[in-house]
C-alpha cells in the first residue's frame, strides 16, 4: 500500500483534517496536500514526527498495508460511535478514496452522526467544523504572555528596591544585591519564555485562526480595560510620590510605593495587551506569508486575515523592492 493511502487513512481514522496535521507538524496545509495528491514527499524528520503523531512505526507508515476498514467501531469523547464506510479492496497504486466530511449539525454545533463517507473508495469520516487549536497555540501564547509580564513588573521593583535600600540601608552593596535580585528574577521569567516562544514559532509557523469574533472582540474589550486600570495605577503612584514628597523623612516610601504602582501598572499593560494582541494570527504568520509561495487555490484556504496579509506582503510593489535589494549592486 502506498504512503498517502496510509496517510490518508490514519488521518481520517482519527478524524484529523489536512490542516489539523498540517499545524501539528509544522508545515502548511498545502504541503500534506501534496503528499496525499503524491506531488512531493515528505523529509524524514516530517516522517518521524509522524510516526509519533499516528503511533506507528515508520515502515507500516511508508511502505505497510494499514488496514482501511474493519477496524472495530470506536466511540469518540462524546460517547457517540464513529464509522467507517464500507471500502473496496485496494490493490497497487490504485488511488486513494478523497476523505469525506460527515454531516454538520449546526443546531448543535457537532457533526451529525453516524457519519458516512459517501465515495466509491474507502474513508473514515472526518467531522466537519470549525478551525480548533490543535498545536496548543492558545494556551502557549497564554502563559507566554504571563512569563513576560511578570518579567516586566520584576524588573521595575528592581528599581523600586534600588530605590528604597539607597535611602534606608545606606550602603551601596545592598542596593546592588537587591536590584540583582530582582533583574535576576525577571531573567528568569523572560529569557525561558523567549526561547520557548521562539521553539514554538519554530515549530509552528502557521497557525489557522481559529478564534471566533466574540473572543476576538472579548480580548479587544479586555485589553482596552486593562489599559485604563495601568495607566490609572501609574498615575495614582505619580500622585502617592507628590503626597509623600512633602515630608522629606517619607519621601522614600513615596517614590518606593510609586515604582511599585508603576510596576503593576506596567504588568497590567502588558499581560492583557499580549492576550489581545495573540488573536492577531494574520500578524503570528507574517513571516511565513512573506517566504511562501501560493497559488490562487492555495490562496482561497486561508483564512480572510492570513489571506489579506499575504496579499500586502506579496504586492507587486513590495516585490520589486525585495528583489531590488536582493540584487547586488555592481
Known amino acids: 500500500m502506498s504512503f498517502r493511502t496510509n496517510l490518508q487513512y490514519l488521518r481520517a481514522e482519527r478524524h484529523m483534517t489536512q490542516e489539523q496535521l498540517a499545524m501539528l507538524l509544522g508545515v502548511s496545509r498545502q504541503s500534506v496536500t501534496k503528499w496525499e495528491a503524491e506531488k ?11 510516526c509519533q503523531i499516528f503511533e506507528c512505526s515508520l515502515d507500516d507508515l511508508v511502505t505497510g498495508d494499514v488496514p482501511r476498514c474493519g477496524i472495530p467501531v470506536r466511540e469518540d469523547l462524546d460517547g457517540r460511535p464513529t464509522a467507517c464506510a464500507p471500502a473496496a479492496a485496494v490493490d497497487g497504486d490504485v488511488p486513494a478514496a478523497p476523505l469525506a466530511a460527515a454531516p454538520h449539525d449546526a443546531s448543535l454545533g457537532a457533526p451529525a452522526w453516524p457519519a458516512r463517507a459517501f465515495s466509491s473508495g474507502a474513508a473514515c469520516a472526518i467531522p466537519a467544523g470549525p478551525a480548533t487549536d490543535v498545536c496548543g497555540y492558545d494556551e502557549h501564547m497564554v502563559a507566554f504572555a504571563r512569563k513576560i509580564a511578570i518579567g516586566v513588573v520584576l524588573f ?9 535600600t539607597d535611602e534606608v540601608m545606606h550602603s551601596d552593596g545592598i542596593v546592588l544585591l537587591a536590584t540583582f535580585a ?10 525561558p519564555a523567549g526561547m520557548d516562544h521562539a521553539a514554538f514559532a519554530k515549530a509552528h509557523p502557521y497557525v489557522a485562526d481559529f478564534y471566533t469574533a466574540e473572543e476576538k472582540a472579548t480580548a479587544r ?24 514628597e512633602i515630608e522629606s523623612s517619607v519621601q522614600v516610601y513615596g517614590d518606593s510605593l510609586m515604582m511599585v504602582l508603576v510596576a503593576l501598572g506596567v504588568g497590567t499593560i502588558v499581560h492583557w495587551g499580549m492576550l489581545w494582541g495573540r488573536t492577531d494570527l494574520a500578524d503570528y504568520n507574517k513571516e511565513w506569508l512573506e517566504t511562501v509561495e501560493l497559488s490562487d487555490d492555495e490562496l482561497a484556504t ?21 528583489d531590488r535589494k536582493g540584487r547586488p549592486a555592481w
Do not use: C, H
Not at 156 to 164: C, D, H, P, Q
Open 40 to 50: 512531493s514527499y515528505p523529509e524524514m524528520d516530517k516522517l518521524i514526527k509522524m
Open 156 to 164: 521595575i521593583l528592581g528599581a523600586a528596591a534600588a530605590i528604597f
Open 182 to 191: 530582582f533583574v535576576a528574577a525577571g531573567l528568569a521569567f523572560t529569557i
Open 221 to 244: 474589550r479586555r485589553a482596552s480595560i486593562a489599559i485604563v486600570a495601568g495607566i490609572a495605577m501609574i498615575l495614582l503612584g505619580v500622585a502617592v510620590a507628590g503626597l509623600f
Open 302 to 322: 486561508l483564512d480572510q486575515q492570513s489571506r489579506e496579509a499575504y496579499l500586502r506582503a506579496n504586492s507587486p510593489r513590495r516585490r520589486g523592492t525585495a
